[in-house]
């Protein structure tokens, strides 16, 4: 093997290795943010039966080795066709990973799509990671066809996607995940301006999230009208200040007691806000020397934060 060649695997392997825990830090990050409406966090399991938080994890930590071949897939290879089949590939791969780590459990789908598709970005554009842009990046491989999935496969989300007429996961990745960068990314940083705490921040931008998302989890659980009721819900939140105010507060306890009694999760806004977690993070970490540290000592920038993705 040449100096040259050694050079380049060093770069795949760090660069890869990078994005691949901070893609997972983020799926830690909302599993343990707390308190969600509907969802796992570290009270309980939400409005799900079948997941908890340590079920979580598991998958979390399955999924980790498939962001970094995504990662390392997606600097090695520079034809955008090629390119989407191989990650399609892996996505699948990732999913029987996250299978078997569940027995059988679909906890992460709608993540393997969304943050492997930012993980992919920021591998192709180290030096460049910007919301617009990854989101840009996003948005143009989003629309290359799998080659290997059928037209006729139907997931829960693909039939709301049919019956709802709404855009689903794939058809938010090809605007290029407008909720993460006009609601999410908008008040998470918004609220931090404000001075709100960094969990108050991140529910307030999950909520932000909510208010604007056509979720197919939430639709798929509790029709048009589930939906609807949703996204008042969460926007009343907002509009009496948030998750960090009294009257924030207690509304958001209502609102959770409410989507627990309709059975309605919003998994589809919490996928979203990983991936705003996530972007946040490379965003940050763009600002410094190199991407983010790997030898697992945090900075002085780092500690004022308290973590890019806690």
Known sequence: MTIATTGASVRVDTLAGVLARAASDALRAEVDLT?????????????????????????????????????????????????????????????????????????????????????????RRPSRWHADTLLAEVAAMAGIDDPAVSPARRSNGQRAVQRYQVAGARGEACRGFPPIREAGLAMLRRARKAGCSERVARLNALLAIMTVLDDTCVLSRAGRAGLLRVQGGAATIIERGGAGTRAGARELARFDGELLSMNASPGGSADLLSATLLIDALENAAGRDWPLRCNGEQSAQENEYATLIA
Do not use: Q
């Not at 079948?50 to 994890?57: E, G, I, P, T």
């Not at 930590?61 to 897939?73: T, W």
């Not at 600097?75 to 990732?94: K, M, Q, Y």
């Open 35 to 123: 308190p969600k409406p509907g969802l796992v966090d570290r009270r309980g399991s939400g409005a799900h039966r079948d997941m908890n938080r340590a079920l979580m994890h598991a998958s979390v930590d399955a999924l980790e080795v498939g962001f970094y071949d995504m990662a390392a897939a997606s600097i090695e290879e520079h034809d955008p066709a090629t390119l989407r089949a191989e990650l399609g590939l892996l996505g699948r791969e990732s999913e029987a990973r996250m299978m078997l780590a569940t027995d059988g459990v679909n906890t992460h789908r709608g993540a393997i799509w969304c943050l492997g598709l930012i993980v992919s970005a920021a591998a």
